[in-house]
Structure formats: C-alpha cells, structure tokens
C-alpha cells in the first residue's frame, strides 16, 4: 500500500493489528514524509530513522503489543524519553539525556507505539516560540507551546502526537494547523516524568486527524474502555449549549463565523443548541488563569532561573519575575474562585451534553514572533474540563478555523462520544 503515512492513526491502528501493513511499511512511509516536508515546516526537534526503523522491525516478529501496536508517535520535547535527547525548548538543557521515560512515553511503548522522535515545544512550554512554522502556509505561526507536535500531524508526518496544556497549549496549535486536539481532565494523564511549568493546570494532552484517533490513543494509555468513541452515530438530539464566553471582544470574524455556523448545522443535524450565559464570576477566570499560571512558574523555574538566567528568553524572565511578585493571598484568591467557579459549571450539564466555544480568535496569526493569543482556553484548563477542538473551515486567509467542544469534568467518555458526532457533522454539511 501507498501513502500509508495519509491513514488516521484508527485505520492504520487497524490494518497494523492484522499484519494487513507492516510496521516498517508504516515507519518507512512517515519517514519519507518526514524528509519531503520537515526542511520548510520544522516540526522536529530530534528524529532517528534508523532507530525508528529497528524498533518498528522488532515488532513486525512479535505478536501484537497492544492498541498502538506498530503506530508512530511524536513526542513532544517536554517529556523525558530514555533513548532519546531532551532539551524542554532551551539551550540549558541542550545535551540533556534522561536516564528513564516519562510515564505516558513509557505507556506508549507498552501499549505498541514507536516514539519517532521529539517535536519542537516552545521554551518551557511558555511563550518563546522554537522553529516550527505552520504547515499550511509557513508564513504564519503553528501556535504554541506544542507546536511540532500539532505541524507533525497536520503534515502527514505521523498520526498522533502528544502535547500538554498550561494555558491553551494543545487546543490553539490543534485549531492554527487544521487538527484535532484533545485536552482531558486535569490529572487523567500522569505528569510524571514531563517539566513542570504549573502544577495546578499542567495537563497531557494528544493531537490526531479525528476525534477516533485521539479517543484511541486516550483509551490505549489509560485503559478506560468508556473512551472510544464506535456507535456514536446512533447519538440522538444531544443537547448542545453554545457559549461565546466573556471574552468574545477578542473573536474575529472567522471565528463568529465558525460559531454561527456550528450553531446551524448542529441543530440541522437533530441537535437541541440553545446559547449559554456563564455565571458572573467566570469573568475573572481569565485573569485569574494568567496569575495563577505565573506565580507557579516562577517557582517551578527556581533553578534555572537561578543558575541560567541569562539563557532564558525575555519573555520567560518576564513571567517570572511576574510571578515572583504576585502575593500569596491574591494567588490562593484565585484558586479559591477558580474552585467555585467549578462548582457553577457542573449546574449547567444537566441541561447539556456538551458546551461550544471558541478555540482561538481567528485563523494563525502571520509571523512566528508569537505563537498567538490563548485568550479563549485560560478559563477552561484553569476548569479542569474536557476540551477537544473541532476543525470544519477556513478563513480568508485559507487558514483552518474550528471550535471546541467542552464538557464536564471527568465526563471525557460523554464529552469525547458527543464531540466525534459533531465532527462527523461538521466535516460533512
């Protein structure tokens, strides 16, 4: 078979579990990809395709290993891996080589997956964008902080990837490069073995080519069998609410756009959408998010700001020192609306099964100086909740624009299962 590295990672999983497709046919296929797009898109901080190659030839002799038997995985820098360097996007740890795997790395390769390589993150996974342009123009950013991550998939160059979100780290790249981006629960995925930039809101998260390759990945690493998403045709008049947020001063046309027009094909499709109101107190989330975001930081970075500071970026220095002056009272302030504002939330999802909002502003900003404005994901990371963005459109720059579809939290089975309808839908008016 041709082209193998255009499959979703849910056919390929397929054909690879019945020997229809080698593992090495697949490897060699992404390899290839990866040598004819990787000089204009910069979606890799590190790759071995020979190592590729030996271990997805190891497990063509052996029976299956699991879900991802045979599949290729991008990781993203942030995440240690044994075999591997990694680097977390700064020159401080240029010549870093972890003595283990990240725990979700590990889990991965238990689960039959070939970590292909590590895909560029932004510094830390903050603000200081690497070298990676977006793959559908590379005039413009591919978002951040897991930027190779969301170009490696949007390229073809492999079908899943991993990414993590602090602020809006998988959800804004997943809608700047035109892909699906899943950020679960906080705490469904183990941060162990991954840089710490915030502990309260650090989250591991995946990108594939469908709401069914990322619910398989989620299901592979966390042996929830509730994940998968098979069957959700027979979803019927799911409730849908559409909620513009308080930060709807912020959206550009292409994005009023997107939510007008899931607003429409949605409820065409049989489903219930009325438009939400959030409570009052969710207008602070945003800032809330931003402070809370740096004053852990600030203290996470303790060692390499004090014994490198002068390789870190501006903009991380600014954070930090951002951090350093926030009060504790106003920091656990924070903690304790964003904790009330969880509870708020939770009275909304007896009358839905899923909330719309907007990913980003609008189609990728031009230019790589920024990776752009996570201004419509602070509040629901800061949540906790289930967030996967929906990518159906262009906008006038043919640039992809999507939505994301939010749940509650821990209700990703529901959220995932009623979000892969609203793909289908979306992807098929």
């Given at each position: 078979?041709?082209?193998?590295?255009?499959?979703?990672?849910?056919?390929?999983?397929?054909?690879?579990?019945?020997?229809?497709?080698?593992?090495?046919?697949?490897?060699?296929?992404?390899?290839?990809?990866?040598?004819?797009?990787?000089?204009?898109?910069?979606?890799?901080?590190?790759?071995?395709?020979?190592?590729?190659?030996?271990?997805?030839?190891?497990?063509?002799?052996?029976?299956?290993?699991?879900?991802?038997?045979?599949?290729?995985?991008?990781?993203?820098?942030?995440?240690?891996?044994?075999?591997?360097?990694?680097?977390?996007?700064?020159?401080?740890?240029?010549?870093?080589?972890?003595?283990?795997?990240?725990?979700?790395?590990?889990?991965?390769?238990?689960?039959?997956?070939?970590?292909?390589?590590?895909?560029?993150?932004?510094?830390?996974?903050?603000?200081?964008?690497?070298?990676?342009?977006?793959?559908?123009?590379?005039?413009?950013?591919?978002?951040?902080?897991?930027?190779?991550?969301?170009?490696?998939?949007?390229?073809?160059?492999?079908?899943?990837?991993?990414?993590?979100?602090?602020?809006?780290?998988?959800?804004?790249?997943?809608?700047?490069?035109?892909?699906?981006?899943?950020?679960?629960?906080?705490?469904?995925?183990?941060?162990?073995?991954?840089?710490?930039?915030?502990?309260?809101?650090?989250?591991?998260?995946?990108?594939?080519?469908?709401?069914?390759?990322?619910?398989?990945?989620?299901?592979?690493?966390?042996?929830?069998?509730?994940?998968?998403?098979?069957?959700?045709?027979?979803?019927?008049?799911?409730?849908?609410?559409?909620?513009?947020?308080?930060?709807?001063?912020?959206?550009?046309?292409?994005?009023?756009?997107?939510?007008?027009?899931?607003?429409?094909?949605?409820?065409?499709?049989?489903?219930?959408?009325t438009d939400i109101t959030l409570p009052s107190d969710f207008s602070?989330?945003?800032?809330?998010?931003?402070?809370?975001?740096?004053?852990?930081?600030?203290?996470?970075?303790?060692?390499?700001?004090?014994?490198?500071?002068?390789?870190?970026?501006?903009?991380?220095?600014?954070?930090?020192?951002?951090?350093?002056?926030?009060?504790?009272?106003?920091?656990?302030?924070?903690?304790?609306?964003?904790?009330?504002?969880?509870?708020?939330?939770?009275?909304?999802?007896?009358?839905?099964?899923?909330?719309?909002?907007?990913?980003?502003?609008?189609?990728?900003?031009?230019?790589?100086?920024?990776?752009?404005?996570p201004v419509f994901n602070r509040i629901w990371t800061l949540l906790?909740?289930?967030?996967?963005?929906?990518?159906?459109?262009?906008?006038?720059?043919?640039?992809?624009?999507?939505?994301?579809?939010?749940?509650?939290?821990?209700?990703?089975?529901?959220?995932?299962?009623?979000?892969?309808?609203?793909?289908?839908?979306?992807?098929?008016?």
């Open positions: 078979m041709k082209n193998l590295h255009l499959l979703s990672a849910s056919d390929a999983a397929g054909l690879l579990a019945d020997r229809t497709v080698s593992a090495e046919e697949m490897m060699i296929s992404c390899l290839e990809r990866i040598e004819e797009a990787e000089t204009e898109v910069g979606a890799w901080a590190y790759y071995n395709a020979e190592q590729a190659l030996t271990s997805a030839r190891v497990l063509d002799r052996i029976p299956p290993q699991g879900p991802l038997h045979g599949l290729p995985v991008g990781v993203k820098d942030l995440f240690d891996t044994f075999d591997m360097p990694t680097s977390y996007g700064s020159p401080i740890y240029k010549s870093h080589r972890p003595a283990w795997d990240a725990a979700c790395v590990a889990a991965t390769r238990a689960a039959g997956g070939i970590i292909l390589g590590k895909t560029v993150t932004t510094e830390f996974a903050t603000y200081h964008p690497g070298k990676t342009a977006n793959p559908h123009n590379t005039l413009y950013t591919p978002g951040g902080s897991s930027s190779g991550s969301a170009a490696a998939v949007a390229s073809n160059m492999v079908p899943l990837a991993f990414g993590t979100q602090t602020a809006g780290s998988i959800i804004r790249p997943a809608a700047f490069c035109g892909v699906v981006g899943y950020k679960p629960s906080f705490g469904m995925i183990p941060m162990a073995g991954t840089k710490a930039v915030s502990g309260s809101l650090d989250t591991i998260g995946f990108f594939g080519r469908s709401v069914a390759d990322v619910s398989l990945f989620a299901k592979a690493l966390t042996g929830r069998s509730n994940l998968g998403v098979a069957g959700t045709d027979s979803v019927n008049k799911p409730r849908i609410g559409v909620c513009r947020t308080y930060e709807w001063k912020f959206a550009l046309p292409e994005t009023e756009e997107a939510i007008n027009n899931t607003h429409r094909l949605l409820e065409r499709s049989g489903a219930i959408v602070y989330l945003s800032v809330a998010q931003t402070e809370i975001m740096a004053y852990e930081a600030a203290r996470s970075f303790t060692y390499e700001y004090q014994a490198h500071a002068d390789k870190i970026s501006s903009e991380l220095l600014e954070m930090i020192h951002k951090g350093l002056l926030i009060d504790s009272k106003c920091y656990d302030a924070h903690q304790a609306l964003a904790q009330r504002c969880r509870m708020l939330f939770v009275d909304l999802f007896p009358e839905i099964d899923l909330l719309i909002a907007p990913s980003t502003p609008g189609e990728a900003p031009r230019g790589k100086v920024s990776t752009g404005n906790g909740v289930p967030c996967v963005h929906l990518p159906f459109m262009r906008g006038s720059n043919g640039l992809p624009v999507g939505v994301q579809a939010i749940g509650k939290f821990g209700a990703d089975a529901q959220t995932l299962r009623v979000s892969n309808w609203a793909f289908d839908i979306l992807n098929n008016c």
